[in-house]
Each structure stands twice: as C-alpha cells, then as structure tokens.
C-alpha cells in the first residue's frame, strides 16, 4: 500500500504536466521513499543518520515566514478572509505573473510529482497533487499527506495543486505586491497553493491547512482544528489544543489510548473527529527516549529529519544542538507510531482540552469550563513566553494565537469559536483548562507543575473521577476549580494557595487579566454577549473586592 512499484514508477513519468504550464521539465512521478532517499544523497541534497534516516537542511528558512504569506483577494475571498496582518492581499494579476514565473524557473528540469489527499474521513476527502523543485520536498509530502493505493493512482484527479520552487527568487517583489524574494501563497479561485524562495517544507502542509481552515467551514459545516487528538477503547474521543511548549504532543500520547493525528483535524456536522494529514511533523530539540518515546523511536528509515546536527566525527544526532534552529523538525508518517487509529477518524469528544504554559502561575492546573468560557479562551489562545525563548525576553510575556492556530485562520476568530460553542453544546462534550505552566509564584519565583501531576489530571477527567467532584470559582477569572483531583496535591489546585503572598497573587492575576481584556478588544465588535461574558471577571472598570 505505501510502497509504488517500480514499473508504475517508470510508466508515470510519462504523464503530461502541460497544463501547469510546465512544458519542458523531466517529471518524477510519485516514486517511493527509497527511491527519493537514493535522489536526494545523489544530489548532495542530504545526509543519512546511523540508523539509515534521511536529513536535511532547508537553507536560509528553517521555519515558517508569516509576513510572506498571501491570500489571492477576488469575488471567492474578498467577502469571507479576515483580512489584517495575518491574511493579507494580492491581486489575481500579480498571482499569475509569480505563478508564470516559477513555471518558467522550471523548464528544463527536473520535478517531483506526488498524488496524494488530505482529510481521513471519506465524505471531506481533498485529493492533493504536488509538484515540488527538491526530491525531498516529495519526500515530505509522501509522509505527511494521506496515501493512495495503486489502483487510486490511474485515474487520479486533483482539487488542489501544490507548486514549490525553493530556488526560486522574486527579484523585484513589490512589482508583484509582496514584500521579500520568497512567498506563500493561497489561490482559492484556481485552487493552487504557491511556495517560491523558501525550502521550509512547512509553507506547504500549513499552506493546505490554511485553505482546509476556509473551504471546511463554509462549504461543508465542519470545523477545522489546530490540534491533536485521541480515542480510548470505549470509543471515548479526547482533543488537545494547545501552541508550542504546553504539551501538546506528550500529553496526547498516552499507550492507553489509540493516537488519531497530532496537528489537525475536523468536526464534523455527522459529529466525527477526523485528521487531516497521514503523518507527524514533531519538534525534536532536546529530544530523549525516555521523555518522547514515540517521537524517538519514529526517526528510522521513512522519516526526514530538517536542521539537525551531528555529534562532531559521527552520524548519531545530537538533539540538544541548537546551533542551527530551535525549530528542528521531524516528519514521519503516522505508521511510525505503533499506538494510533485506523482509519483516523473517531466519534464526537467527550473531553476537550485547552493547554496553556502559563509563566505566571496565575492559572489553575485544572479548570472546567462553560460554553462562553470554552469560546472566549478558544479565541483568546493563550500562553506565555519565558525567559530565553526569545531575545530579549527576560520575563515571562504573555502570549495570544487566536483559535491557538491564528497564522493558518483566513476567517474572523469568532467564526470558528462560534462553531465550536454549537458544537459543545449539541454534544454535551467538557472543555477543561490544563495550565502546564507555573504553581507556586511566576517564573524564576514558583516551579514548573510536574508532569505526573498534569498526567493525573488528564486521566481522571477521562476516567470521569472528576464527574461528582465540587468545584470552587476563581474570584478573578471566573474558572471552576476541582476541589479534589486523585493523585494531585489538594493544595495547588487553587493557585493562590501555593502562592506565599496572597496580595502578590492577586496583583498578578489582575495583570493577566488586564492583559486578557486587551487582547480581547479586536474580537469584540462580533463576539456575541456569551463570549464576552466568558473572559476574567475583573477588567480595568472593577475593582477585585465586587468579585472576592
């Protein structure tokens, strides 16, 4: 099923890519992982670890460029995108100059086709074709989008291309309305997703993304999601969102439950959870067997490892090695993983999970949360940055991603939170707060919640131990908090217990707060009074003592 023959190899590359306006190029036609392994070590594209794993570096980018990412604006688009810093314009004009111009980069070489599809679920099935510059550009897709047989590969028929072209560069960018030599970007009309100037194979899966995040909501009544997902063996479906450093990945891997995908998935108007890709692209700094184990034991043979060094004189990875990029990546398709779903796909959640790193160790470890809340934290995405994840940063600083995916959201927030409200409240599903962040005081002050603890918390709730607990509510944010959790300490599940000022507690939640409201203020005008109502009891109007 994942391997091609090699006769069909042969006889694929006979197929016509004229009307791509690719005329003159030598086509490599959906040719497996060893083949494009061989091709790419030929090329001196590449390397290989000790056990045989393919590495590479993608060059200048090593990770996504959000202000070189576009949105074609035209009659489809110009009503529907939430246009601002994050989707912004070009016009079709200059859309098909830059499309002409990669195309004629192309003529006269070599090119790597790969017929592939995206979304789990048969009914949303997209079939995606790629043609990429680099062999292992083909390899990246072959791991991360959903594989076909054989037999599918005869008669196949694309609803979107994907076109990547890394060596190219736009000389004079602002005659074609963008800003650098590289670019990223959706054509919804024509339905191609354009990569040029930019060898970070991410532009490509987070391009397809992006456009599932337009064309799923408002042509097929699913919501799309930035998250990672699970089911248990009674059929008991778990999602965690959550953006980078608050767990997302380790806390969805649990060998008690059945792995449907860790980046992106649906909901269903038939109420099914869905993924949409067929494989994973984990961050692999500072990565270790005990504490990843799937995630260490995927990078074998298959796998395609970006901007990893070696330990100096030898083939094995050093993981901890950032002297390349902190964003050093892992794809692999999701047969890596032993522990997972097939097909990946699972029925409504039960349990929802919003994770958060909060470095100011204000939030509960634990919170549930109503449907206004579930809306306003969804829109909100928060996560704080600490000390050393950027320059400058030499203080926990708060930080805010709507829908915890607002790079890849060409709609208004609110859309997406609004399906998302529905959907809760049709299914009955509990949405809880898990902050992975700080108890004790912020950062540099408090400690880091244990995992083990966080663990407990998550098994209960799917365990339902917390089903007929008590809860109190958090004077300032509103949250209802457990007042007993098995296997956590009953002291940190409220955070101002573990605080020794009570008063440098409270201060510091009115910041968060502050910084919640403020946020907040750009979703306003077209969130409904639920949401509103769903953000911190205090803002810079009230005073703490109307609410304790």
Not at 209 to 224: G, Q, R, Y
Request: include cysteine; aromatic fraction near 12%; proline fraction near 5%.
């Amino acid at each position: 099923m994942e391997l091609l023959t090699i006769k069909t190899t042969i006889m694929s590359t006979t197929k016509d890519l004229s009307k791509y306006g690719l005329k003159n190029v030598r086509a490599q036609w959906n040719l497996d992982a060893e083949t494009l392994q061989k091709l790419t070590l030929e090329k001196g594209m590449g390397v290989e670890t000790e056990n045989g794993t393919l590495c590479v570096n993608t060059g200048k980018f090593t990770g996504r460029s959000p202000k070189d990412r576009f949105l074609v604006k035209d009659d489809y688009t110009k009503d529907k995108v939430w246009w601002g810093r994050i989707n912004k314009p070009v016009s079709p004009e200059n859309f098909d100059k830059l499309y002409d111009e990669i195309t004629n980069y192309l003529d006269g070489k070599e090119v790597f086709v790969r017929d592939a599809y995206v979304c789990a679920d048969p009914k949303y099935r997209m079939n995606v074709r790629t043609i990429t510059e680099y062999p292992w550009s083909n390899y990246f897709i072959k791991n991360m989008f959903l594989r076909l047989d054989e037999s599918e590969l005869e008669d196949f028929e694309e609803e979107w291309l994907v076109l990547c072209a890394p060596g190219y560069e736009a000389q004079n960018p602002s005659e074609y309305g963008i800003l650098s030599g590289n670019f990223s970007i959706l054509n919804f009309t024509k339905k191609i997703a354009l990569v040029g100037g930019s060898a970070y194979t991410g532009e490509m899966k987070k391009g397809i993304f992006s456009a599932l995040n337009l064309i799923l909501p408002t042509e097929k009544e699913v919501l799309p999601m930035h998250c990672s997902a699970n089911v248990g063996e009674a059929g008991d479906t778990a999602i965690f969102f959550g953006l980078s450093g608050t767990g997302k990945t380790t806390l969805s891997a649990d060998p008690e439950r059945k792995l449907i995908g860790d980046d992106e998935h649906g909901w269903t108007k038939e109420d099914t959870i869905f993924n949409f890709e067929g494989g994973c692209y984990a961050k692999v700094i500072d990565l270790t067997e005990e504490k990843e184990p799937d995630i260490f034991r995927a990078i074998r043979p298959g796998a395609l490892l970006e901007n990893v060094v070696f330990k100096e004189g030898t083939k094995e990875v050093d993981f901890f090695d950032s002297s390349i990029t902190q964003n050093t990546r892992v794809s692999y398709p999701i047969y890596h993983i032993d522990n997972i779903q097939e097909p990946s796909y699972a029925s409504n959640p039960k349990n929802i999970f919003f994770l958060t790193c909060d470095a100011f160790g204000v939030l509960p470890p634990v919170s549930k949360l109503t449907p206004g809340q579930a809306a306003y934290h969804f829109i909100s995405g928060y996560t704080a940055k600490v000390a050393g994840t950027e320059a400058g940063i030499t203080e926990p600083v708060p930080s805010f991603s709507a829908c915890f995916g607002e790079p890849f959201m060409p709609l208004h927030p609110t859309v997406y939170a609004e399906m998302l409200s529905e959907k809760m409240k049709a299914s009955g599903v509990n949405v809880w707060l898990i902050n992975t962040g700080w108890s004790g005081g912020p950062y540099g002050v408090g400690s880091r919640i244990k995992l083990k603890y966080t663990r407990a918390m998550i098994s209960a709730i799917l365990e339902g131990k917390l089903d007929d607990v008590d809860f109190d509510t958090h004077p300032i944010f509103g949250l209802h908090m457990p007042k007993y959790c098995p296997g956590v300490p009953t002291e940190m599940l409220d955070p101002m217990n573990t605080w020794l000022q009570k008063g440098a507690y409270v201060s510091k939640a009115i910041q968060l707060a502050h910084s919640f409201h403020i946020n907040f203020d750009k979703f306003a005008s077209q969130a409904s009074e639920e949401i509103m109502n769903g953000g911190p009891l205090i803002d810079s109007h009230h005073s703490l003592t109307e609410h304790l």
